[in-house]
């Protein structure tokens, strides 16, 4: 699309900012599509912290112990908090709460593929926490320096907490590998679920990224899908080696040449299966989003009407 010598000086001017690692601010000038893409980003961000929520606040009721309990309960209140972080920094762009979530309401918008899987032991929030949170805490370490303030500054608070929920997940998850025979089978096979769903959150292999390349020209990514990926498989097939579990994937190698543990192809029929709204849990997680937005309704009027008494004077 051609644009005018202003714009294209405009243009200029925002591109050398981000060169010299100036953060954008919701007032100054930024290319629609600059605006686009970090709605698109952040939004659906928001939906996967709060949809994330679901698949481990099952397991509360059915936490092992009172320690295990009042963890769990801080992890998901946790990421509850984020969504609202990354809501609130989506606003900033122009973007409003009730078209954030009517697009996820109404199936529009996407949220992370992973959330889209059951949680069907105990384990599973052990993983979760040491794959799920250890993946994200990679992505979200790269967008805390994010050319866009807002989304910047909610990664870094957010990064803090995500280190807490990797931390517990995986003293977890070693527990139980180090723990009896039946403890060891039940976190392999929460491993064996959640390793593929995992290795798909960090997005389709950069060729067939068609965001990335405008992310990455404008600092958004600092580092593109298969990079975050590579770097999170190098650093937990190790990890799960040193205490004795198995990855599922019988391609696995180790590159001595480039010292990278090269894993087999990424089943993308699976992933754009899921993201598509056709996975083992989108229903479900998309009818308890609908209901807890429903419920939420009185509460939202009672706020409104609050706010038009404060407007008009009539409380204080
Ligand atoms: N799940 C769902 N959709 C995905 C996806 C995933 N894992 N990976 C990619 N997609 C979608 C993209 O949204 C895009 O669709 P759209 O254009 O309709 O939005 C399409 O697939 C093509 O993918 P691209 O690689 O071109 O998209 P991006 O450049 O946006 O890269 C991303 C995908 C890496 C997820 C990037 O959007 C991103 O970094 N987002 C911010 C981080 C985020 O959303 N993390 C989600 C996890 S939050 C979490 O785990 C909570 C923790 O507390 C447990």
């Known amino acids: 699309m051609d644009h005018d ?5 405009k243009l200029k001017e925002f591109e050398a900012r981000i060169a010299r690692g100036e953060k954008i601010e919701p007032g100054d000038w930024m290319p629609e599509e600059y605006r686009r893409q970090l709605i698109r980003m952040i939004s659906q961000h928001a939906h996967s912290e709060v949809v994330g929520m679901l698949p481990e606040g099952a397991w509360i009721t059915r936490a092992p112990n009172l320690r295990r309990k009042l963890i769990l309960i801080a992890k998901v209140q946790d990421e509850g908090g984020h969504g609202q972080y990354l809501y609130h920094a989506a606003e900033t762009l122009g973007a409003t709460r009730e078209e954030m979530i009517e697009a996820l309401l109404t199936g529009r918008a996407k949220y992370s593929n992973v959330f889209n899987y059951p949680t069907l032991t105990w384990a ?3 993983v979760i926490g040491w794959l799920v949170d250890g993946a994200a805490i990679k992505n979200q370490t790269m967008l ?3 050319s866009y303030g807002p989304y910047s500054r909610a990664m870094v608070r957010i990064c803090a907490e995500e280190s807490f929920h990797h931390k517990q997940g995986k003293e977890m998850v070693i527990q139980y590998a180090l723990g009896t025979p039946k403890q060891k089978a039940m976190v392999q096979d929460a491993i064996n679920r959640w390793w593929w769903p995992a290795l798909m959150m960090f997005g389709p292999h950069d060729t ?3 965001n990335t390349p405008v992310l990455v020209r404008w600092g ?3 580092r593109t899908n298969d990079e975050l990926r590579q770097e999170f498989v190098n650093e937990m097939v190790p990890e799960l080696h040193a205490v004795g579990l198995s ?3 019988p391609d696995l190698y180790y590159d001595e040449t480039t010292g990278n543990w090269v894993h087999g192809e990424i089943d993308w ?3 754009w299966r899921v993201i598509r709204g056709n996975g083992p849990c989108n229903k479900e997680r998309l009818a308890a989003r609908r209901k807890a937005h429903e419920d939420g309704l009185w509460v939202r009027e ?5 706010a038009r008494k404060r407007v008009a004077g009539v409380v204080s």
């Open 220 to 222: 958004i990514k600092t």
């Open 124 to 126: 599973d929030v052990g």
């Open 302 to 306: 009672a706020l409104e009407a609050y």
């Open 208 to 210: 067939d990224s068609p």
């Open 247 to 249: 990855v599922p994937d």
């Open 5 to 9: 010598p202003e714009y294209e000086e």
């Open 144 to 146: 805390a320096r994010c």
């Open 269 to 271: 029929d699976e992933f």
